[in-house]
């Protein structure tokens, strides 16, 4: 099913780390859409959830050195 949520980011220190977060969120299988604002450090993504997991967004990122805080 198709949703969209947004979360906080950590580790940030730049424009380009946003542009890296969006296009890494934007390339995890089951993404359609993704965004980065780096003012409000934050970050949104358009998923089908029967693809990929809030977990699996959290990863992601997590590869790439950054942090997305996600509820538990
Ligand atoms: Mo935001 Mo960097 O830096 O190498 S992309 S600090």
């Known amino acids: 099913k198709l949703t969209k949520e947004s ?11 946003a542009v890296s977060v ?4 934007a390339n995890t299988k089951g993404v359609v859409g993704a965004g980065v ?5 934050t ?6 959830n029967t693809v990929a997991s809030v977990e699996d967004l959290r990863q992601a990122v997590q590869s790439i050195g950054y942090d997305l805080i996600v509820d538990v």
């Not at 979360?7 to 780390?17: H, N, Q």
């Not at 604002?37 to 450090?41: S, V």
């Not at 970050?43 to 089908?48: P, S």
Request: charged share 10%.
């Open 7 to 17: 979360f906080p980011v950590t580790g940030m220190t730049c424009a380009a780390c």
């Open 22 to 25: 969006e296009s890494m969120l």
């Open 37 to 41: 604002n780096f003012a409000t450090q």
């Open 43 to 48: 970050a949104w993504a358009q998923f089908d």
